[in-house]
């Protein structure tokens, strides 16, 4: 299989997922592009005018995936380096630090990722002192996993000058807000071009051998730099591999800055544009305060700064978007984004296709503002998969009845609000098949979808989000990004009992997709194609 983007290539002897023919078996790519989806009785006409036949042995064929918010530099960095999102306690936590400093002497700064106290024993965070002692009094930067809070050791503390007198010092407690954001300045600063290039490079090489097609990189300055920004964007256009769409969070107030946003290679000024923080570190905003903290967050930006953003957006054709998660903060949003249409006409924001990042906290009222305003919603799973339920983290900072509210999937598409799904990695794993079974069988049932329309989140829902309708989906004319599964027997999904949970009559018309019951094997990717060109291959096991 060596396809290219200018070879012609016949794939047989498969299931290609495709509205086009629900029972394809076959497809032709042309110059990067789907040129023929059909049967295999007509694939034989093409047999003899292609560069290429491929027998797909019984595999699926799938659009490939869009992972519609990742960070790339620190999911690679988190691959790479001190990944503690499998410790099991605060002490395992610290033996793993220990070890990750052992075996790195010198004195370049440590970066970790991955911690999360609720899910441990002792319900703390590592102290200062431990790390010091456990890194030998090196630098180390290790935030949460939510990455809206850190603990840190002294010796990174002293590289950042007046830190004690930035908003979110604690003595004793997690780094947030401009503490946060300083000294993961100083961390990433130590970080060598080689060694974020080799970052970048794992990121993608991990991305492509789960199906994934597209990242959309959600960077900004109060994230990365412009120089990770530009070093990522050309990388990916100079070496196969995933596309990478570029946001960057950062406020337009006119044309000047557009242009700048452009000029950085960005499709908008979107991505995190913190409204608020999360709900792990008790930043996220809220209406009420939290059940186990006596305040309600943080607001980042209030609705004057949302309408002028998205004003100067719309205004200037560029995509904006906002980071909100509380209930106050996507409100903010909301009542900005008002603001905005009543200056410039609903119709040009609706264009537009604003995007809002996370939006956890809804209401049936902002849920309907969305649909009103055009915004997408741009959504991760797998929190609800690691922190919702009776007794997640969700339910212990809210409480149980907030808690069910959270990540109202079913809500959203009964009103019309475009979905797209990603990881928000390193924050959750890139896992895009892991990401349609928690859209399918959330916590709280009622927020449930099909396994369809989760799979159409998180790929044609992606591209929909940057504003491109004809991708994401295997048609004639669509961009050949598709993936190979090894996978079970293919049915049709559904949400509930309502309906029938499972079909495999073909007489339904409707294309199967793999069997994604919690406890199931998920499909094993065998090869990723991007624009006609394969960037991944399963090694022979």
């Not at 769409?245 to 044309?255: L, R």
């Not at 979107?270 to 809220?286: P, R, Y």
């Not at 799904?421 to 928690?438: I, K, M, Q, Y």
């Not at 029938?500 to 069997?515: F, I, N, Q, Y």
């Amino acid at each position: 299989m060596t396809e290219t983007a200018h070879r012609t290539v016949l794939l047989r002897g498969g299931d290609v997922h495709s509205p086009a023919d629900p029972f394809a078996t076959a497809m032709v790519v042309e110059r990067g592009h789907v040129a023929w989806v059909g049967s295999e009785g007509a694939a034989d006409a093409f047999a003899s005018g292609v560069d290429e036949v491929i027998d797909l042995e019984g595999a699926l064929v799938t659009p490939a995936f869009t992972d519609a918010h990742v960070h790339t530099t620190a999911t690679g960095l988190a691959l790479t380096g001190l990944d503690l999102s499998g410790a099991r306690t605060l002490a395992e936590a610290l033996e793993l630090v220990r070890a990750h400093s052992a075996a790195r002497p010198g004195d370049q700064v440590l970066l970790g990722h991955g911690w999360d106290a609720t899910r441990w024993p002792e319900q703390r965070p590592p102290t200062r002192a431990e790390l010091d002692e456990a890194t030998g009094g090196r630098p180390l930067y290790l935030p949460r996993i939510d990455v809206h809070s850190a603990v840190v050791t002294s010796a990174l503390l002293d590289r950042v000058p007046g830190i004690t007198g930035l908003t979110g010092y604690h003595p004793d407690q997690p780094l947030t807000a401009a503490a946060h954001h300083a000294v993961r300045a100083a961390a990433h600063a130590a970080v060598t071009p080689g060694q974020r290039a080799e970052a970048q490079r794992a990121a993608l090489r991990h991305a492509a051998s789960l199906g994934i097609g597209t990242v959309h990189e959600c960077a900004g300055p109060e994230i990365s730099d412009e120089a990770d920004f530009a070093a990522l964007l050309a990388l990916a256009a100079q070496e196969p591999g995933p596309r990478v769409v570029g946001y960057w969070a950062e406020a337009v107030s006119g044309e000047k800055d557009a242009r700048r946003i452009r000029e950085l290679g960005a499709v908008g000024a979107a991505g995190d544009l913190f409204a608020d923080g999360s709900l792990g570190s008790h930043t996220a905003c809220l209406h009420e305060p939290y059940a186990d903290a006596g305040h309600t967050g943080t607001a980042h930006l209030d609705a004057a700064a949302v309408a002028a953003h998205v004003t100067a957006c719309t205004e200037a054709g560029l995509q904006a978007g906002f980071h909100a998660i509380g209930d106050a903060a996507v409100g903010a949003v909301v009542e900005g984004v008002r603001r905005a249409a009543e200056a410039v006409g609903l119709a040009r924001v609706r264009a537009a296709r604003h995007r809002v990042e996370h939006a956890e906290m809804l209401t049936p009222e902002t849920i309907a503002a969305f649909a009103e305003f055009g915004l997408t919603a741009s959504v991760q799973p797998a929190f609800d998969a690691a922190w919702g339920g009776e007794d997640g983290m969700y339910a212990r900072r809210l409480g149980a009845e907030r808690a069910r509210t959270l990540n109202p999937y079913a809500a959203l598409l009964r009103a019309g609000v475009p979905l797209a799904f990603g990881s928000d990695s390193p924050v959750t794993p890139l896992d895009p098949w892991g990401t349609v079974r928690a859209a399918a069988f959330h916590r709280t049932p009622e927020h449930r979808i099909s396994v369809r329309a989760a799979f159409t989140a998180h790929t044609r829902g992606g591209w929909r989000a940057t504003g491109r309708d004809d991708a994401g989906i295997l048609v004639p004319g669509a961009p050949a990004d598709y993936a190979v599964w090894r996978t079970g027997e293919l049915v049709v999904q559904a949400p509930d009992d309502r309906v029938a949970r499972w079909s495999t009559d073909p007489r339904s018309g409707t294309p199967g997709l793999p069997d994604l019951t919690p406890g199931r094997d998920l499909p094993v990717c065998l090869r990723t194609v991007v624009g006609g060109r394969t960037v991944h291959v399963r090694p022979n096991e």
